[in-house]
């Protein structure tokens, strides 16, 4: 079982920053994928990033690389999402996410945080 607390999110000007955090529950943190998912007003979720459970390969939307980059802490339970380059396109609420296995086709989790606001004005 794994709880998750997304903190982070705001409101920002078109071409501003942000950095998401997740906070995970438990003792088995490294045994999980990470991902972070949106959904904006009317659409439906959709992926953003993922991170493997060492942190050595990550996996992106095309629509985020180069924008984004998402890390994490196994010794702090932490997963972060930097957002770079922010696009009122971003605009969106923001939901961390594990899994044994995420990213890389695979975009089901079986553990979510309760979203945090992204907002970005143009």
């Known amino acids: 079982q794994v709880q998750l607390v997304e903190s982070g999110g705001g409101l920002v000007q078109a071409g501003g920053s942000l950095r998401l955090s997740c906070a995970a529950s438990?003792?088995?943190?490294?045994?999980?994928?990470m991902g972070w998912f949106r959904q904006a007003p009317g659409k439906g979720r959709e992926f953003v990033a993922a991170i493997s459970q060492s942190g050595g390969t990550r996996d992106y939307a095309d629509s985020v690389k180069g924008r984004f980059a998402i890390s994490r802490d196994n010794a702090k339970n932490m997963v972060y999402l930097q957002m770079n380059s922010l696009k009122p396109e971003d605009t969106a609420v923001y939901y961390c996410a594990a899994d044994t296995s995420l990213g890389w086709g695979r975009y089901e989790a079986a553990y979510w945080g309760q979203g945090t606001q992204v907002t970005v004005s143009s």
């Open positions: 438990g003792r088995t943190f490294n045994r999980y994928a």
